[in-house]
């Protein structure tokens, strides 16, 4: 881990034209603390206080749902929580798309995978790209398919940290697909709900139809994509109700691209981090800041924009 960290510093500063110096945000590394048992952190996309880390679950797991050192990838799901320890491997609601014809565990692309403040990208299987990016409350899962054929999306209710107690679809249909999951706490200790809604777009708009559901509860969804196309899941979460999560969805993601969203919580992430100013070496700010940005990520805001 420490060659690992001083590598990415390395390349950080080579990059840099002479004698720049880095904003708080840039010098964020996500994957600080992402390998085996040290630091039990994900790379996963998040907000300020956030609610919602959209972020990878990888085979094998740490306690977050991924190890830098994996090689295969899961899906994305859209809860975990940091450095905790005890039991506990991933989070809500994990959302992954492959072709039809490949299993559900693909290799990643590590030479491809980045992560920065509030967004998370990762190459895997024949070619795929999944980017992730996220508000207090809501996330943005966007797919780009390299080649066209027919691709499987699966939504799968059932991972959770420690168990799953409960799940329920409210709704069935890939334009308002809402669901209430129960699972235990981290170290299994207690309960908590999450309500979530969900749309699903191809190439910007919502894909008609209803999902498949197996026996499992997993919801699927078989689409036909050409070379290039997008596919992106925008979520919303809240601890009210799944109503309550579809307006989260509306007020916080609204009409604006992936983009604009990724960058709109980057510049959240600097307005924060910029609070506390150090006077130190350029590895020493990396530091500072990477671990600032982990400090930020709780007390998590569980509150809808309405207050509730």
Not at 75 to 94: E, M, P
Not at 133 to 152: C, D, H, S, Y
Not at 234 to 257: M, P
Not at 277 to 285: N, S
Request: charged content about 20%; glycine content about 10%.
């Amino acid at each position: 881990m420490i060659v690992k960290w001083f590598f990415c510093i390395a390349m950080l500063l080579i990059a840099l034209p002479g004698g720049a110096v880095q904003t708080p945000a840039n010098l964020v590394d996500p994957f600080v603390g992402t390998m085996g048992d040290h630091g039990q952190l994900s790379p996963a996309a998040v907000a300020p206080y956030g609610m919602v880390q959209l972020g990878p679950d990888t085979d094998q797991p740490n306690h977050a749902g991924y190890d830098y050192v994996a090689t295969r990838l899961l899906g994305l799901s859209h809860t975990r929580a940091v450095g905790v320890g005890c039991g506990g491997a991933g989070g809500d609601q994990r959302v992954s798309l492959n072709y039809a014809e490949t299993p559900d565990r693909v290799i990643i692309d590590k030479s491809g995978e980045r992560a920065r403040a509030g967004y998370y990208r990762v190459p895997y299987g024949d070619g795929l790209i999944a980017e992730a990016t996220a508000t207090r409350g809501a996330g943005v899962l966007r797919f780009t398919v390299p080649r066209g054929g027919q691709v499987r999306l699966r939504i799968d209710p059932r991972p959770a940290y420690a168990k799953r107690i409960s799940m329920q679809w409210h709704s069935d249909r890939t334009d308002d697909l809402r669901a209430t999951l129960e699972a235990g706490t981290v170290c299994d200790v207690g309960a908590y709900t999450l309500h979530t809604a969900s749309v699903v777009l191809l190439q910007g708009e919502p894909v008609g139809g209803a999902v498949a559901l197996d026996d499992s509860g997993v919801a699927s969804v078989d689409l036909d994509v050409q070379a290039g196309n997008t596919i992106e899941v925008r979520t919303g979460v809240s601890s009210v109700d799944s109503k309550a999560a579809a307006r989260v969805r509306r007020v916080e993601l609204a009409e604006r691209s992936f983009g604009e969203i990724a960058a709109a919580t980057f510049s959240n992430w600097e307005s924060e981090l910029e609070r506390i100013a150090i006077d130190a070496p350029e590895e020493q700010r990396a530091l500072f800041y990477t671990s600032l940005f982990r400090v930020m990520q709780t007390p998590v805001a569980i509150a809808d924009p309405d207050g509730k």
